[in-house]
């Protein structure tokens, strides 16, 4: 799960990447989403189809639920999470080892 703001080209271009993964994994009990900290869902609408995405999006309620459940400080941050909720990866900010990264954790994750 990645969390971010659209207006963010940096987020926008991990989230790609992370949809990247639902692919790699479809058919696995492995799940892709983003929460978006944007309150117009219009704008969130816009920015999924100017950016081709598939994977659930969620906006963040205004009291910031979701960020504090899974304590993300920062934005962009993106969080790999196991079956018994446990947060297995942490990544703050945006990078492509970052993708890497995920895909070994997931990759451990499942087997």
Do not use: H
Request: glycine content about 6%; some cysteine; charged content about 30%.
């Amino acid at each position: 799960m990645t969390f971010g703001k659209t207006s963010d080209t940096n987020w926008t271009r991990a989230v790609q990447r992370t949809q990247k993964l639902q692919e790699t994994f479809k058919g696995k009990p492995f799940f892709v989403g983003a929460v978006v900290d944007d309150s117009d869902s219009k704008i969130v609408s816009q920015w999924m189809t100017k950016n081709k995405l598939s994977l659930p999006v969620g906006m963040e309620l205004k009291d910031k639920q979701g960020q504090s459940r899974y304590s993300i400080k920062s934005l962009p941050c993106t969080i790999v999470i196991d079956t018994r909720r446990t947060i297995v990866y942490r990544f703050d900010g945006v990078s492509e080892a970052m993708e890497r990264k995920m895909t070994e954790t997931v990759k451990k994750s499942l087997e």
